[in-house]
Structures are given as C-alpha cells and as structure tokens.
C-alpha cells in the first residue's frame, strides 16, 4: 500500500499527465482460490503450479483492493469480472413469481 501511496505523489507532484504516458498491466486472476489437494503435497494448484511470470509481476507491481458489488458481497465470477470491466451489476433480492 505504501508504494501505491508513493506513485500516487510522484504523479501528483507531476502535474498533468497525459493517458498514453501511462503504462498498465491489467491481471485479474479469476478462479485461482482453490482448496489444498492430497496429490499436491495438501497445496492448493496455485501453490504447487511454476509461476515465474506471476511472481515477477507480484514483486514489482502495486497491489490495491476493489469491492465489485458491494462491500461484503462474494459475486459469483461473472458478475465480478464484467464489474472489473466497468459494467456496473447491483445486488438484487426479489422473488421470480410464474402464473
């Protein structure tokens, strides 16, 4: 969080910014919350799996937190992904009636 902070200054102190002088990459790791396996050694896939890409990413990127739904809410992946996108699903409780 602290280095988010920090980037944050630096293109405060920087004035205006133009779109395309930043650089972003965009990973969303959608499916990779999985539970240990036996015939992993008791690691879950992601655990077990050879992610040097991954890992590289990890060390020197910035990492944030974003509520998709609504604080509290765990959206099944659909609706999670399509919110990263910028599509804006709420949470609805209603009763579907048939005649």
Do not use: C, W
């Not at 395309?20 to 965009?26: E, G, K």
């Not at 509520?67 to 399509?82: H, K, M, N, Q, T």
């Amino acid at each position: 969080m602290q280095a988010l902070k920090e980037s944050s200054k630096k293109l405060g102190n920087m004035g205006s910014i133009n779109n395309s002088d930043i650089r972003m990459i965009y990973v969303l790791l959608d499916g990779v919350g999985d539970l240990p396996h036996p015939d992993l050694d008791g690691k879950t896939p992601l655990e077990a799996a050879n992610t040097p890409t991954l890992d590289k990413l990890a060390r020197n990127g910035v990492i944030g937190e974003v509520i998709s739904v609504g604080e509290g809410i765990a959206p099944e992946s659909d609706i999670a992904v399509f919110n990263m996108l910028g599509y804006r699903f709420h949470h609805v409780d209603y009763a579907v009636e048939a005649s």
